[in-house]
């Protein structure tokens, strides 16, 4: 059980393009979806924590207006990169947990490239 | 506030002889604490946790980590290491009253050698 599917797993956009990221909790109520960002050889970055129906909560320097989360359901949350420039590029990764402590659990990751 | 150190970015080991990944924690209450393994252009994969049940905490594939409050670790071992385990290990920590925050460690990746 605890299967997080992420979607698309690569896209390639042009720049000046929106992309949209789709993290679905499959088979379990996720109160909270967290969005992370991985540069080469690094650990995650966190974005923003998303509880379900709420606004998402932003970490210092990410631009709240260009990566857009919207978490309208406990099984869905979605990742906006809006007006995507070259240095966007980077594997963005969700993970959802169903409580506090409870651990997390990650699904497979997007590469995005914009050209 | 929470922390993780991961003392060694890189460890290389030959198949067949034992791993261990070292993990320090930072917290001033009761953590849990996770072990992650990361394979290249993949998510995260959890290991196995430890929620202040037993100590010695058995995982998948073989790994195992012990917490140990005197000295603020969580080491993952493994008796044997197998090629499929050469991937990016990383160590959680979480404490409940900070809600649902999870601090990573910087990952250690582990090389297995023929």
């Known amino acids: 059980g605890a299967v997080v599917s992420q979607h698309p797993s690569r896209v390639i956009c042009k720049s000046g393009t929106s992309v949209k990221i789709e993290c679905r909790s499959l088979d379990f109520q996720a109160t909270t979806m967290f969005w992370y960002r991985q540069f080469p050889k690094q650990s995650l970055m966190l974005m923003a924590t998303?509880?379900?129906?709420?606004?998402?909560?932003?970490e210092q320097g990410v631009e709240k207006d260009k990566f857009l989360i919207n978490h309208a359901s406990l099984t869905l949350s979605t990742l906006t990169v809006t007006s995507a420039h070259p240095e966007d590029s980077s594997f963005y990764i969700c993970?959802?947990?169903?409580?506090?402590?409870?651990?997390?659990?990650f699904g497979n990751g997007t590469r995005l490239t914009v050209t | 506030a929470q922390s993780v150190t991961q003392l060694d970015s890189h460890v290389s080991v030959s198949e067949g002889t034992p791993v261990l990944l070292r993990c320090n924690y930072s917290?001033?209450?009761?953590?849990?604490l996770f072990w992650y393994v990361q394979h290249p252009n993949k998510g995260l994969q959890l290991l196995l946790k430890y929620t202040s049940a037993a100590t010695l905490v058995k995982g998948i594939n073989g790994f195992e980590a012990e917490f140990k409050k005197s000295e603020t670790s969580f080491h993952l071992t493994k008796p044997s290491a197998h090629m499929s385990d050469a991937a990016e290990y990383f160590c959680?920590?979480?404490?409940?009253?900070?809600?649902?925050?999870?601090?990573f460690g910087p990952g250690t990746r582990l090389s297995v050698l023929p």
């Open positions: 917290s001033s209450y009761s953590p849990s």
């Open positions: 998303s509880n379900e129906g709420s606004k998402a909560t932003y």
């Open positions: 959680v920590v979480s404490e409940e009253r900070y809600g649902q925050n999870f601090v």
């Open positions: 993970s959802a947990t169903r409580t506090a402590n409870s651990p997390l659990h």
